[in-house]
T-cell receptor, first 115, second 111 residues
Framework: SQTIHQWPATLVQPVGSPLSLECTVE??????LYWYRQAAGRGLQLLFY??????ISSEVPQNLSASRPQDRQFILSSKKLLLSDSGFYLC??????????????FGSGTQLSVL | QKEVEQNSGPLSVPEGAIASLNCTYS??????FFWYRQYSGKSPELIMS????GDKEDGRFTAQLNKASQYVSLLIRDSQPSDSATYLC???????????FGPGTSLSVIP
C-alpha cells in the first residue's frame, strides 16, 4: 500500500532563517506531487505542483521554492522566511495512472511558526 | 469569480439531523469532484469522490453532482458529534490538472 511521509511535524523558525520541508511517498511510481499551505482558519492554497522529476509548476509568487530530485521526493524550501510564511504545510500525492481517479492523499502536515 | 466556492459557515446542526454542504466551481472542463474532511490540526481526509451527474451514496454520506449547474453537494445524514469538522470541496481544473480546494465549511454537530 502507498504511504506518504512528511516531516517535521512542528517547526519554529526565526524570520530570515532558511527552510527545508521534505515529503516522500512509498509504494507507488511516478506520482503527481503537491505542496499546499493553509493559514489558520483558511482553505488550502496550492503552492507547487509536480508531474515528474525536475518538473515544478509554481502557483503563487512568493519566497518559497520546490524541488523534486527523485521520483518520490518533494522538497519545499526558502532562503529567508517571512512572518507571512507561517502556516500548516501539506504535501499530497496523486496516482497519475489513467483511471486512477485523480484523488489526492495527504501527509500529516508541518505546522510552521515564523517568529 | 473564485475557482471553487463553498457555502459560508459555520454550519450548526443538531445531532441526528441532515447536514447539507454546497460547492460551486468555475471550470466547465472539470470532471472529478472530491469532498475532504479535516479535523482541527490534522490533514484532510478523503471521504467522497464523484465523477458522474447524479447521486453517490456511501454510508451516511451522499454526494450530488450537477455539471450543467457546476454544483456539487455533500449530505450527511444522522449527523454525529464526530462529524464536527471542516469540509473541503476539491476540484481538478481539468483531467489530471492541479487540484483546487474551496475555502471549506465548518460544521458543528450539537449533541
Amino acid at each position: 500500500s502507498q504511504t506518504i511521509h512528511q516531516w517535521p511535524a512542528t517547526l519554529v523558525q526565526p524570520v530570515g532563517s532558511p527552510l527545508s520541508l521534505e515529503c516522500t511517498v512509498e509504494g507507488t511510481s511516478n506520482p503527481n506531487l503537491y505542496w499546499y499551505r493553509q493559514a489558520a482558519g483558511r482553505g488550502l492554497q496550492l503552492l507547487f505542483y509536480s508531474v515528474g522529476i525536475g518538473q515544478i509548476s509554481s502557483e503563487v509568487p512568493q519566497n518559497l521554492s520546490a524541488s523534486r530530485p527523485q521520483d518520490r521526493q518533494f522538497i519545499l524550501s526558502s532562503k529567508k522566511l517571512l512572518l507571512s510564511d507561517s502556516g500548516f504545510y501539506l504535501c499530497a500525492w496523486q496516482d497519475a495512472s489513467p483511471g486512477a481517479g485523480e484523488k489526492l492523499f495527504f501527509g500529516s502536515g508541518t505546522q510552521l511558526s515564523v517568529l | 469569480q473564485k475557482e471553487v466556492e463553498q457555502n459560508s459557515g459555520p454550519l450548526s446542526v443538531p445531532e441526528g439531523a441532515i447536514a447539507s454542504l454546497n460547492c460551486t466551481y468555475s471550470d466547465r472542463g472539470s470532471q472529478s469532484f472530491f469532498w475532504y474532511r479535516q479535523y482541527s490540526g490534522k490533514s484532510p481526509e478523503l471521504i467522497m469522490s464523484i465523477y458522474s451527474n447524479g447521486d453517490k451514496e456511501d454510508g451516511r454520506f451522499t454526494a450530488q453532482l450537477n455539471k450543467a449547474s457546476q454544483y456539487v453537494s455533500l449530505l450527511i445524514r444522522d449527523s454525529q458529534p464526530s462529524d464536527s469538522a471542516t469540509y473541503l470541496c476539491a476540484v481538478p481544473k481539468t483531467s489530471y490538472d492541479k487540484v483546487i480546494f474551496g475555502p471549506g465549511t465548518s460544521l458543528s454537530v450539537i449533541p
